[in-house]
């Protein structure tokens, strides 16, 4: 690994941990030329690349920055954290990642973003619902928000005993 201080390729790591839940190991790095230490992160490649096969059929790269853009709008200026934000992409992005191999339907996408806001602020699911179903009248918000309230929270993992029409 070069220093970023000297660039020379000599160093020792002086501690290794787990970060960011399991996904990165954190090194702690000291240089033997300058003496200085800085630290390193290494993650797992995400090899397969995912496609993104939208509603008119055309097919994009896969971005988690789309997603996050997505749910900052949706949160606004309400009180969630940056970090929930972003746990809430990274935990999505693993999941598709997962699930598929090249391509995945946005629809997908748009579905889980929702379902994982709804359990995040009741307030942000809804502007995002807005958006993901182009609702344009208070008559259709409203709706949505009845819907909403009259369904029970999908508990993530647990098979549907009927399949969804």
Not at 45 to 61: F, I, S, W
Request: charged share 35%; proline share 4%.
């Amino acid at each position: 690994m070069h220093c970023p201080y000297c660039e020379t390729d000599d160093d020792k790591v002086i501690d290794s941990r787990p970060s960011d839940e399991g996904r990165a190991i954190r090194r702690r790095r000291e240089c033997n030329s300058c003496h200085k230490r800085f630290t390193t992160y290494e993650r797992v490649e995400q090899t397969a690349r995912l496609m993104v096969v939208k509603k008119d059929g055309t097919r994009v790269q896969f971005n988690p920055e789309n997603i996050l853009r997505g749910v900052q709008a949706a949160c606004g200026k309400r009180p969630v954290p940056e970090h929930a934000k972003q746990s809430l992409v990274d935990a999505i992005e693993d999941e598709l990642h997962r699930d598929f191999d090249r391509e995945v339907p946005s629809i997908v996408i748009g579905e889980r973003v929702m379902s994982r806001l709804r359990d995040l602020d009741e307030i942000a699911y809804i502007r995002y619902a807005c958006e993901y179903h182009g609702l344009e009248t208070a008559d259709q918000v409203a709706a949505e928000a009845s819907e909403f309230a009259r369904r029970p929270k999908h508990i993530r993992d647990q098979q549907d005993l009927f399949e969804r029409a």
